[in-house]
Structure formats: structure tokens, C-alpha cells
T-cell receptor
Framework: QKEVEQDPGPLSVPEGAIVSLNCTYS??????FMWYRQYSRKGPELLMY????GNKEDGRFTAQVDKSSKYISLFIRDSQPSDSATYLC?????????FGKGTTLSVSS | DTAVSQTPKYLVTQMGNDKSIKCEQN?????MYWYKQDSKKFLKIMFS???????INETVPNRFSPKSPDKAHLNLHINSLELGDSAVYFC??????????FGDGTRLSIL
């Protein structure tokens, strides 16, 4: 079993839709959880960073962590064509970031 | 004023050659990393340096040798390049275990 599982998609939604992206993990030692966004031919950029279970909101983005289920989510409200990218979940193992495979999202106008 | 910059952006070379990729960060971070992203977009840690000291060395062939001349630089030298080395290599930096900031990658193609 991989340490971090993420459905690669692709996921296609119309503009304005609510998007839900998810990851599961197997290592209960993971403590810090991140979501990165990667546009084509660019490096990953940090979107959200959380430590504890619960929700964290930043504009149209909400990150949710459920440590008891080893499940994290990223919600995007009012999705825009500019949100079209690959979304990667990541979590720390020691000092190394362990990434999911990424979910490719396409938002059509 | 790019935060994490890598050179070159593209590298096309023959199998068996030796090549280097350079990375510099101007964020004042103390930890730098090399990641490999394969054709399926899977991003995997290769090395990590903290204050010029190697702290992570995942199962990477010893043809790959990182070098950190100072805290702001981390270079990657690859000997005897193989077809399977074709990938995008990303440099990243962080302050301790704070979130990592990534460069835009070096696209390596082996002919």
C-alpha cells in the first residue's frame, strides 16, 4: 500500500462548481498536511497548510483533515477556469514531503 | 526576484553523458531538496540538505550526487545518464519543516 493515495482523475467540472479533492494516507505519524497546485510546466505552489484535524479556510479554498480516518480533502468553491491545474496533497515524513500522485482538474467556462 | 531558480530549464543529452543542474534560493531558507517527477507526474524526494549537511538520501542510484556549496545553493550532478533518468527535476527550499517552495523544474531528456 502506498503511503499516500490520490485519485489522479482527470476531473472536469463547469465554471462555478464546487470541487472536492481527496487523499488517504496510511502512516499515522504524518502530522502536517499540505495541498499544492501545479500548473503545466511550472513547479508546485503551496495552497494550504494544516496541522490538526478540522477545517481551514482561505478564500475559495477549504482544507479538511480527519486524522482518525487518515483522510484529507480540499474543497474549491465557485471554481474558475484559472483553477485548471494538477492538485497534489503532501504530508511530512520526518523532513521529507511525501506526495500523492496529483489530481488533474479542468474547469470549463 | 525569483525565489527558487534552477538552471538549465531544459537539458537534452545523450545516454552515458554526465550533466549538472544548479539550484539557488534567495529566501534565506536553511534546507534544500531535490525531487524527481516522472512521466506520470509522481513527485518523489531524492535528497535533502540542511545547512550544507545531507539529511535525506532516498534510494537513489549513486550516479546522482548532490553538492551544497552554501545554504543558498544545491546542485545535482548525474553521471552516466540512462534513459530512465528522463524526468523533470525540481529543487525546493524551506525553513526547517515549514512548507517547501519549489522552482519551476529542469526537464531532462535522454536520447
Amino acid at each position: 500500500q502506498k503511503e499516500v493515495e490520490q485519485d489522479p482523475g482527470p476531473l472536469s467540472v463547469p465554471e462555478g462548481a464546487i470541487v472536492s479533492l481527496n487523499c488517504t494516507y496510511s502512516n499515522s505519524a504524518f502530522q502536517y498536511f499540505m495541498w499544492y497546485r501545479q500548473y503545466s510546466r511550472k513547479g508546485p505552489e503551496l495552497l494550504m497548510y494544516t496541522y490538526s484535524s478540522g477545517n481551514k479556510e482561505d478564500g475559495r479554498f477549504t482544507a479538511q483533515v480527519d486524522k482518525s480516518s487518515k483522510y484529507i480533502s480540499l474543497f474549491i468553491r465557485d471554481s474558475q477556469p484559472s483553477d485548471s491545474a494538477t492538485y497534489l496533497c503532501a504530508m511530512f515524513r520526518g523532513t521529507a514531503l511525501i506526495f500523492g500522485k496529483g489530481t488533474t482538474l479542468s474547469v470549463s467556462s | 526576484d525569483t525565489a527558487v531558480s534552477q538552471t538549465p530549464k531544459y537539458l537534452v543529452t545523450q545516454m552515458g553523458n554526465d550533466k549538472s543542474i544548479k539550484c539557488e534560493q534567495n529566501l534565506g531558507h536553511d534546507t534544500m531538496y531535490w525531487y524527481k517527477q516522472d512521466s506520470k507526474k509522481f513527485l518523489k524526494i531524492m535528497f535533502s540538505y540542511n545547512n550544507k549537511e545531507l539529511i535525506i538520501n532516498e534510494t537513489v542510484p549513486n550516479r546522482f550526487s548532490p553538492k551544497s556549496p552554501d545554504k543558498a545553493h544545491l546542485n545535482l550532478h548525474i553521471n552516466s545518464l540512462e534513459l530512465g533518468d528522463s524526468a523533470v527535476y525540481f529543487c525546493a527550499s524551506s525553513l526547517g519543516t515549514q512548507p517547501q517552495h519549489f522552482g519551476d523544474g529542469t526537464r531532462l531528456s535522454i536520447l
